[in-house]
C-alpha cells in the first residue's frame, strides 16, 4: 500500500507533502510526524526509500506507508494522557509519533511477535531519546514494548482509551479488538481489507467507520505451547 503522494527529498517534504494530500489534516499530527525522522527507522542501506509514500520490510522488520500511518494517527484522535495499546508494535515508529502527543500522564504499551524486531524498536527508541532536539524527554510518553501474541493478552489486563492493530484482523477475532477498549475509547484496524475506525459508545455500542482500502498480512495465529496452553502476555497494567 501507499503511492497516494509524491516522494520528498527529506523528511519535511515527505510530510509537507502528506499535508498538501490531506493524510495528515491536525496539527498535533503533523508535529508529530516532523519531530520523528522515517529514515532513522529504517536500516542504512535501505534509507533512500525512507522518504517514498511505499511500506517496506526487510526481514521481519516492516513499515507501513506513511500515508497509512497518517490515516491512523488522525483516526486515533489523540490526545494528553490517554492509554494506548499498539498490537504488532514493530520497530516502534508509531508508537514513538503517539508517546510524543500523550505526555507524560499518558500508557503507552506496545505488543510484538518477533523477539528480533522488539530489540530493534528498543535500538532505534534509544537513539531517537539520545539525539532528537525536537521534544523535552520529560513531555514523552515513552513506549515499553513487551513479546507475544496480540490474540493471548491475559484477561487481567486493563482496557485502553486507543488500540491500534498493525495487522489485518480476521472477522472472528473482531470482538476480542473490540473488548480492549475502554467505553468512549476508539480502536483502529484492518478489517475486511479495510483500514476501520470503530468508536465504543457505551458498554455494547459501537460505532464503525471505514477510513480506506487498505492491504495489510493477516495477525498470525497463536501456537500452543507443548503442555497444550497458550502463552498469556502480561502488560504492565495487568
Not at 69 to 96: H, I, K, R, W
Request: some cysteine; proline content about 5%; charged content about 25%.
Amino acid at each position: 500500500m501507499g503511492g497516494a503522494v509524491s516522494a520528498g527529498e527529506d523528511n519535511d517534504e515527505l510530510i509537507d507533502n502528506l499535508k498538501e494530500a490531506q493524510y495528515i489534516r491536525t496539527e498535533l499530527v503533523e508535529q508529530a510526524f516532523r519531530a520523528i525522522d522515517r529514515a532513522d527507522y529504517y536500516l542504512e542501506e535501505f534509507k533512500e526509500n525512507a522518504y517514498k509514500d511505499l511500506a517496506w520490510k526487510h526481514g521481519n522488520i516492516h513499515l507501513s506507508a506513511p500515508c497509512i500511518y497518517s490515516e491512523v494517527m488522525e483516526a486515533l484522535d489523540l490526545q494528553p494522557g490517554l492509554s494506548f495499546l499498539n498490537l504488532g508494535s514493530g520497530t516502534g515508529y508509531l508508537s514513538s509519533m503517539v508517546g510524543l502527543i500523550l505526555g507524560p500522564f499518558g500508557v503507552n504499551h506496545g505488543v510484538e511477535l518477533h523477539p528480533d524486531v522488539i530489540e530493534y524498536a528498543k535500538q532505534k527508541l534509544d537513539f531517537f531519546i539520545r539525539t532528537s532536539d525536537s521534544f523535552d524527554k520529560f513531555d514523552f510518553c515513552e513506549p515499553s514494548f513487551v513479546p507475544g501474541n496480540c490474540l493471548e493478552l491475559s484477561p487481567d489486563c486493563s482496557q485502553y482509551d486507543r488500540v491500534y492493530c498493525g495487522a489485518g484482523v480476521q472477522k472472528e477475532h473482531e470482538d476480542y479488538m473490540k473488548s480492549l477498549l475502554k467505553v468512549g475509547g476508539i480502536l483502529v484496524m484492518p478489517l475486511e481489507e479495510k483500514l476501520t475506525k470503530i468508536t465504543r459508545t457505551g458498554p455494547s455500542a459501537w460505532e464503525t467507520k471505514k477510513i480506506l482500502a487498505v492491504s495489510f498480512a493477516p495477525l498470525v495465529q497463536p501456537r500452543r505451547s507443548e503442555s497444550g496452553k497458550s502463552r498469556l502476555v502480561q502488560l504492565q497494567n495487568c
